[in-house]
């Protein structure tokens, strides 16, 4: 695997200003039409556990970092992964949504990273636009896409998969494409197939290289 590079996000935040987001993550996802983005696991997800002390987090072993040392941090880092291959399909066999080199991944403490795609890796074909939009504390507005199984379909394979920020102070994701691994999207990195973060609304993906235990699990919600 390549060498990889981090830097940091900019501002700090706190158990409060993570309550404020929720409220307004809720308080605008929701489109044009009325149609809201939906997100049931993370509304009922609950924030009752406790963050894992030292002991119980597990121990990296060669080739591996957890999610509760750097790069993962608070507010999280941005790092290059480039030469990792990654590709994400509709299904084993279907069609190829990315097939990318060029990945990016912020790094947040707690959690598996998420990967950002160049749109020129993206078969954008297959992406179809929706209304609503989640907020950010860090990274701002985010707009959400469809996904279909061929340019001609009407209806989406898979609802709500995948998202990008169009305009973002982070600006090495800015324009780029993150996709949650839900079913029948599956993805693979370097070969190794990668597993979603638990929940619906954080889009991490599991690889051997990261160890946790991961944020997404009811009552994690402000790990």
């Known amino acids: 695997r390549q060498r990889m590079s981090a830097r940091r996000l900019a501002r700090p935040t706190s158990h409060l200003s993570r309550l404020a987001f929720t409220c307004r993550l809720f308080a605008s996802a929701s489109s044009a039409t009325g149609m809201p983005l939906l997100f049931p696991q993370h509304a009922s997800a609950g924030s009752h556990l406790p963050r894992p002390g030292p002991d119980e987090r597990v121990k990296p072993g060669p080739g591996q970092v957890s999610v509760w040392e750097p790069p993962f941090t608070r507010p999280p880092s941005v790092r290059s ?14 069609p190829v949504i990315v097939d990318s080199r060029r990945a990016v991944q912020v790094c947040e403490e707690s959690h598996p990273p998420t990967w950002y795609f160049p749109r020129e890796d993206v078969n954008m074909k297959l992406m179809r636009r929706i209304g609503g939009q989640t907020a950010c504390e860090f990274k701002g507005a985010a707009a959400y896409f469809d996904i279909l199984e061929t340019e001609s379909s009407t209806t989406p394979v898979v609802k709500q998969s995948a998202w990008t920020y169009e305009s973002t102070s982070t600006k090495a994701i800015e324009g780029r494409v993150a996709f949650y691994l839900k079913n029948p999207l599956v993805a693979t990195v370097d070969g190794e197939q990668a597993k979603p973060q638990a929940g619906d609304f954080y889009g991490g993906w599991i690889t051997s ?5 991961f944020k997404g699990e009811p009552g994690t919600r402000f790990w």
Do not use: R
């Not at 290289?209 to 235990?213: A, F, Y």
């Open 209 to 213: 290289d990261v160890v946790g235990p």
């Open 81 to 94: 992964v480039e030469g990792m291959h990654a590709i994400v399909q509709i299904g084993v066999d279907g």
